[in-house]
């Protein structure tokens, strides 16, 4: 709560934060999540370059139908911690270049649906472990990539494979005026 409270007492603007939009959605056969991903990363120093939360909505999708597939509203809230991005290429110009990298982003879910043809029952958890492939700058806007399983906690367990589409733009700063 006093981490919340410092936050909270701070402009966004001044605390090194990003916002992130994007797609999330599971893979694998009959029903799947599909959802919008919107929330806010904050960069820390360490063995974690930074932290997100986020919130994702979205719908069932059954895709075996071909037409009106969707099937109920998903919401869900997301914590995750990402490592830093080891570079694998750099391209562009000396003065404007642009970065290719992986990293790890490791994701805790709590998710509540309406009409879910899932077994996992409704509210449910999930962990996805996603390796990832950033494009951009690191100190501006990026694009990544994010492959992997997530698990599904509930009434019985399921595992299916995730994908991430998302796009990171930082904040702007204040300047301080005399």
């Known amino acids: 709560m006093l981490?919340?409270?410092?936050?909270?007492?701070?402009?966004?603007a001044a605390q090194g934060g990003a916002l992130t939009l994007g797609f999330a959605g599971t893979l694998g056969s009959s029903w799947q999540i599909e959802a919008l991903d919107v929330g806010y990363v904050r960069r820390v120093h360490g063995p974690i370059a930074a932290l997100s939360l986020t919130a994702r909505l979205g719908s069932f999708i059954d895709e075996g139908a071909i037409i009106g597939g969707a099937r109920g509203f998903v919401f869900g809230t997301s914590l995750a911690a990402r490592t830093p991005t080891a570079t694998i290429a750099e391209l562009g110009?000396?003065?404007s270049s642009s970065r290719v990298g992986v990293d790890l982003t490791v994701e805790a879910?709590?998710?509540?649906?309406?009409?879910?043809?899932?077994?996992?029952?409704?509210?449910?958890g999930?962990?996805?472990?996603?390796?990832?492939?950033?494009?951009?700058?690191?100190?501006?806007?990026?694009?990544?990539?994010?492959l992997g399983p997530t698990v599904f906690f509930g009434d019985v367990t399921d595992t299916r494979m995730f994908i991430g589409v998302r796009f990171e733009t930082p904040l702007a700063r204040r300047e301080r005026h005399p």
Request: charged share 10%; hydrophobic share 40%; with cysteine.
């Open 126 to 146: 999930a962990v996805s472990v996603l390796p990832g492939l950033r494009f951009g700058d690191p100190n501006g806007a990026r694009f990544g990539l994010l």
């Open 109 to 124: 879910t709590g998710y509540a649906g309406s009409h879910s043809p899932l077994a996992v029952g409704s509210p449910w």
């Open 3 to 12: 981490g919340a409270l410092v936050c909270l007492s701070t402009p966004l």
């Open 93 to 95: 110009s000396d003065t």
